[in-house]
């Protein structure tokens, strides 16, 4: 018999997640954190724009973070999906590996985990303009299309910063020299390898254990950075938000959905209520039920 996991925990998780990675991200706006301007560069902006435009776009991250945290609608979840993969993948763009995208998937995973567990709003408008709900319903369709987006997110954002070590991005090196690793470059490069070996140790094989240990893992690897410590470490929240909530999942024992039957495993739900399968459950349990009745009686 399967365990119901907490639903509102799952909510809550990636709530907190997406609020607290806007803040950081926005936070770096404020201070007009100089790399930003590279990334403008890709539409064309200057420099003197630039410095000009990342407080207002800093402002409005940090806004609308705490606007989630108060009033997570669903269209501001949807806005920062796409905000959260546009500025990701601004840093390929831009020049920089497209590692650097793939790291960030936390960063647009986490509002979109939470639209998904609560129903996408489909063609109504109106849906889109409504509060996530913080007990949604579910059933076990839905909760395994949740743990196989999870789970895909996740492997992305471990793999891409293990791709960075391998690579031996010079902040992370940086960082393991200020620790006093004697060998920082061949410290990135083991850590690297374990980070890589963990993502795809998650994708093929995925226990809560294993969850557990690469969200400690996470944690405690985003605590060092040489420069604006406290605002690298919340923007990476949805990191740490996806994989505690993947666990939060596992805990009911209730299979992921192969990535091909993702899209045809049911409605992905359309409403203010979010994803309630339960009476299409009864119509296809009902006859099996008689079935087995029936081969008993026989």
Not at 16 to 33: D, E, K, L, P
Request: proline share 6%; aromatic share 12%.
């Amino acid at each position: 018999m399967r365990d119901t996991p907490s639903v509102t925990k799952i909510h809550y998780t990636l709530r907190v997640a997406c609020a607290f990675c806007f803040i950081g991200h926005g936070s770096f706006g404020i201070v007009t954190r100089p790399l930003w301007a590279n990334y403008m560069a890709v539409f064309g902006i200057g420099k003197p724009l630039a410095f000009h435009l990342m407080p207002l776009l800093g402002g409005m991250d940090l806004l609308f973070g705490i606007l989630i945290l108060v009033l997570p609608l669903r269209i501001l979840l949807s806005w920062l999906v796409v905000w959260g993969a546009v500025t990701a993948l601004l840093r390929p763009l831009s020049g920089e590996p497209f590692a650097e995208f793939l790291e960030r998937a936390g960063n647009f995973g986490a509002p979109f985990a939470l639209l998904l567990l609560s129903g996408i709003p489909g063609t109504r408008l109106r849906n889109w303009f409504k509060p996530v709900p913080s007990r949604p319903s579910f059933d076990e369709v839905s909760l395994g299309r949740l743990q196989t987006s999870l789970t895909v997110i996740c492997f992305l954002l471990l793999a891409g910063h293990g791709g960075l070590n391998l690579m031996e991005k010079s902040s992370l090196v940086s960082q393991y020299a200020s620790l006093g690793f004697a060998h920082p470059f061949g410290t990135a490069r083991i850590f690297g390898l374990l980070e890589v070996t963990g993502a795809f140790a998650l994708l093929l094989r995925p226990t809560r254990e294993l969850v557990m240990v690469l969200l400690i893992w996470k944690v405690a690897s985003e605590l060092f950075y040489p420069h604006y410590e406290l605002f690298e470490f919340l923007e990476r929240a949805g990191s740490y938000g996806c994989l505690l909530a993947l666990w939060f999942v596992m805990e009911s024992g209730i299979p992921a959905i192969g990535v091909k039957d993702w899209f045809r495993a049911g409605n992905l739900g359309e409403g203010s209520q979010g994803l309630d399968y339960s009476s299409s459950a009864k119509v296809s349990i009902k006859p099996l039920l008689t079935s087995m009745e029936n081969s008993v009686a026989s």
